[in-house]
Every structure is written in structure tokens, then in C-alpha cells.
């Protein structure tokens, strides 16, 4: 067809698309538009633009290499975990990690220097709750530990 004889806000054949298609480019543009809107295109676009220079640095440095061998196994013991299942309980647990983690409520840990100075401690019901958490756990790892026959 000739430029003359297209009508004016036509599209070109090659560029004709069925509803199917046209659905999912512009489910597409949306996610698009939502990737650059949080800022995570730009990141990508940079990761891309310097993939040599991060291959390089990240080949290079052996501390690197060891993060990701125990990002892959901490990865490997969540195969059989439902995800959905902790979700309530790891996010509870995180943000208590790192409100506790302010440096202004760090600089309010006293250090436990004996028997008593721990028994006070332990008046704290806070502490007490804390504790009786972490020897819960401590219980639950040591078995599951042994369960699968590891040293410790």
C-alpha cells in the first residue's frame, strides 16, 4: 500500500496486532512504567550497562564469592520450607531485630557482670521474654541438629 493511500492514523500491517497481543503490551508497559515509577529500571539499566565491571569485581573478590556460596546455602535450606507459612513470624522477628539494632537503644545495653547482675536481668520481663525465646530456639536447632546428624 502506498504512503498516499494509508489513512491517516492507520497502522502499518506489519504493526497490526490481534487483542491478545495488544493485552499483553500493555500489561507490559504498565510493569514497565512501574519498574522506572520505583526506581528499580534505572538500577537494572545501570546493572546491565556495567555487567563487565561487576563480573570482574565480583570474580575478583574472594569475599564475594564466599557471601554468595552461603547465600546459596542458606537458599538450599529454605527448599522445603512453605514460605507462607513463617512469613508472619520472620517479618515480626526482622523488624525487632533492627528496631533493637538503633544505635541510640544499643547504647543502652549494660553489661551482665555475674550471677546477680544477671538474675536482675531477668526481673526484666522484656529480658525474660527475649531469653526464654532464645533458649526455645536453641532447643528446637540443637535437636533438628542432631535429628540430622550433625556435630554439636
Avoid at 530456639?137 to 541438629?145: E, H, I, N, S, V
Wanted: with cysteine; net charge negative.
Amino acid at each position: 500500500m502506498a504512503e498516499a493511500e494509508r489513512k491517516e492514523g492507520a497502522l502499518p500491517q506489519e504493526l497490526a496486532l490481534d487483542q491478545k497481543t495488544a493485552e499483553a503490551l500493555l500489561d507490559l508497559l504498565k510493569a514497565l512504567a512501574k519498574l522506572k515509577e520505583s526506581g528499580f529500571l534505572d538500577m537494572l539499566t545501570t546493572i546491565a550497562e556495567k555487567y563487565e565491571e561487576a563480573l570482574l569485581y565480583t570474580s575478583s573478590d574472594q569475599r564475594v564469592y564466599h557471601a554468595l556460596a552461603m547465600v546459596e546455602a542458606a537458599l538450599n535450606g529454605l527448599k522445603q520450607a512453605d514460605p507462607w507459612k513463617y512469613k508472619p513470624a520472620v517479618e515480626a522477628m526482622t523488624g525487632c531485630l533492627v528496631s533493637a539494632l538503633d544505635p541510640q537503644e544499643m547504647s543502652k545495653a549494660k553489661p551482665v557482670k555475674g550471677v546477680f547482675s544477671l538474675m536482675k536481668a531477668l526481673s526484666d520481663p522484656n529480658v525474660a521474654r527475649g531469653l526464654g525465646l532464645l533458649i526455645y530456639l536453641a532447643g528446637r536447632l540443637g535437636a533438628c541438629m542432631a535429628q540430622q546428624g550433625q556435630q554439636g
